[in-house]
């Protein structure tokens, strides 16, 4: 039985506006920055709507401990994303976190692949920060629907991380666009094999739509390259009480998405 | 908490440092609130996740829904079994008691044999259980759960096989119906306590693609919006037997707690508010607290079905 950190934070909204299309960037000032570690997530409240009870499950780009300040980049898909996207600069609420079980520094030396797809690139930008931060090698491959002003951004950004210093090869930052506006025209798993058809790797981490993540799944089990998977799922609590999120295993049964991820082993998780 | 009125309530034999308790399923075992404040020195109970005698690995994906005011679940008691059961939570469990805080172990199964096993191997295992309460309510398992509480005949047999196992307190868990016929049955089968509501069986469609927003095509609907229900079910089961009650339907307040009381109930289960406001017990006990002094009672047992119609 684990004990957890998990407890309830306010916050207070810093800033929050569209990057793109149905896509916004929230930045909350709320002491949970200095708890919380890449891959794991918290569970916000939008207050004033009795009919929608439950909080929101959001992870986060970038989280700074001594400002206090959390980045969190998501896509308005329903009541409650749109609600979220209506709170303005110094409204008020309180969340829940930090949330389950975040991503892993790579068991093996080596390079590492982080693939990203859609609003799965936040999570993906923490995981890079996290290598980055450790001074160890990593090449992304960046997929999107099609360009815009926050994805090139984050690729700025991911390019512009401290070099690999395990090698001599530079990192690299493959994008591809569903409609060939950015980078390669095709999925992230075709850009993918072509990198693991040229480097080797220790180490992947993926997020983004299950299907993607699937696939990236079945190419890192291909090429026997341990592989990290950042799930989604509806969630009650967020916490482990309600056992609502289930993930099914490889091995039978299911784990909880909240409790036991939302970074699972890949190879573990019946996709 | 410092009050002039006294807050200890008895339910069948458990006694309670205060009224309120935990639905289970809403609550893992305790140990995941404990971020959010100390469960052993508030509450004066919890009741944990249902357990069978062997692991259940519960329903596919999706389990849960949200709705206007409520949510629909369909997790089926994925549980690892008493004995894994016993050997995660034991000892935090037995810390609550040590704290004041009785600890209900909520027993499931699919036939009368399960049940029994069930309560057998908790009494083997469990010396920290204060109580047991017999979920024949569910309605998100395929035979057993809600089918053994569906008549008074089925319910009472469970509880007769149940009984002759413990002289701990055996709280039965019912479904949301005929719950004034089936309580008088359960009474009779000697049931210490009663307790109700379970979630109400409802059904959300997915119009687009013709399917259940849930793996299952009925889920069960708890929430702030199923409470006037719950609290109506409490009062006509009140008034049927002579037995302790916990109230349990959409409470998020001391108000709603205090209905309950008022209504029938000695305990009240705080449920599907404890998902998305899991500091909300200490402030709901506050709240009851003060709603009781304001009542001019010295005692909360003298707010019990204290509802004038």
Redesign the interface.
Known sequence: ?E??????WPFEVVSNEPVAQDIWRLVLQSGVAAQIAPGQFMNL?VPGD??????IPLSFASAHGPSGTVEIIYAVVGEGTRRLSQMAAGSTSTL?GPCGHGWRLPAQEGRSLLVAGGVGLPPIVAAARMLAAQSLGFDVVVGAQTAYRHVESQIDLLRGMTACDLCDCGRRVLVTTDDGSLGIQGFTTEAMAQLLAERGYAQVYTCGPNVMMAGVARLAADAGIACQASLE?????G??????????LVR???ALCC?DGPVFDAQEVAW | MVSGVNMAVNLGGIAMRNPLNTAS????NG??????YDVGATLGAITC?GVAAE?W??????????L????M?S?GL?NPGVQGFVD??G??LAGLRAKGCQVICQVAGHSIEEYVRATELFEELAPFASGFEINISCPNIAKGGAAMGATPASAAEVMAAVRPLTTRPVIVKMAPHDVAEIGRALEAAGADALSLINTIPGMAIDVRTRRSRVARPTAGVS??AIHAIAVRMVWECAQAVSIPLCGIGGVASGMDAAEMILAGATAVSIG?A???D??CAPRILSELTAWAESQGVSDINELIGAFEC
Not at chain 2, 25 to 28: E, K, L
Not at chain 2, 31 to 36: H, I, M, Y
């Open positions: 039985m004990t957890t950190n998990t407890a309830l409240q009795g009919s929608h009870i439950l909080r829940v799922r509806m969630m009650g609590c916490f482990g009480a309600c056992s609502c999120c289930n993930v099914p039978g049964g299911y409790q | 399923g809403t609550f893992g140990v995941q609130f404990e971020g959010f996740k692991p690995v519960g329903n596919p994906a999706p389990r849960l829904t949200e206007p005011g409520a949510i679940n997790v994925q995660t939570y000892a935090y929430g702030p599907t404890n998902l998305y899991p500091t």
